[in-house]
Every structure is written in C-alpha cells, then in structure tokens.
Nanobody, 128 residues
Framework: QVQLLESGGGLVQAGGSLRLSCAAS????????MAWFRQAPGQEREFVGA????????YYADSVKGRFTISRDNARNTVYLQMTRLKPEDTARYYC?????????????????????WGQGTQVTVSS
C-alpha cells in the first residue's frame, strides 16, 4: 500500500518553471514505478511522464518532452517533476501515481488504469 501527497503547484507566467514533489509513504517505495498525469477541466486525465525504479526507463509525453524532467529520490521516498518553459496549455491539476510494475509495464505505463495508487493532485496554472 502506498499513499501519495503532491505539492509545489501554483500560478506561474508562461516561460516560467515549477517543481512538483510527490511524497510517498511505505518502505518499499523503490520498487514502485512512479508517474505524473494531469487533467484539465472537461478533459481526460493525460499521461505526462513515468519513471520505473532507480536507474529504470524514463517515459515522457511528446507534449512535455524536452521541457519536463522526472527524477526520484528513493532515500526520501519522493518523486519530482521539474517543469520548465511552461505554456498556458500546461494548466491542469497534476497527479502523482504509483504501481508495482507488471510484466506489461513497458506497454501500459501511460494508462491511468494501470496505476492503483493516486495522490489528490496539485493545481498548476500558467498565465499567458
């Protein structure tokens, strides 16, 4: 069982940066694949990026590739989403998610339904 708590959201101007944090409970954090999703009002939850255990593969949505970076600190049970060159279209509620990777992880990492554990989300608003 994992509990997740996001922080770091806020209001930022276009072109600015934010770093989101997701603190996880549990002693087996290093075993979990962690991901970030986002959801804007009236839209479906959208994959942003994912990182498997330390040293594992990194995945990003095309819309954020080159601008967003995921990192994790297993000693602190925390995963980060560094967001740079933010755009108004990045405005959304950002959610952290976790799963124990299944054999199908490499083909399901972007699917919200493959993650059983979710945080409450943190709002990011980018003004133009």
């Amino acid at each position: 069982q994992v509990q997740l708590l996001e922080s770091g959201g806020g209001l930022v101007q276009a072109g600015g940066s934010l770093r989101l944090s997701c603190a996880a409970s549990g002693r087996t954090f290093s075993l979990y694949a962690m991901a970030w999703f986002r959801q804007a009002p009236g839209q479906e939850r959208e994959f942003v990026g994912a990182k498997n255990w330390s040293g594992g593969n990194l995945y990003y949505a095309d819309s954020v590739k080159g601008r967003f970076t995921i990192s994790r600190d297993n000693a602190r049970n925390t995963v980060y989403l560094q967001m740079t060159r933010l755009k108004p279209e990045d405005t959304a509620r950002y959610y952290c998610a976790a799963q124990l990777p299944s054999p199908a992880y490499s083909s399901t990492y972007y699917m919200p339904g493959s993650y059983p554990y979710w945080g409450q989300g943190t709002q990011v608003t980018v003004s133009s």
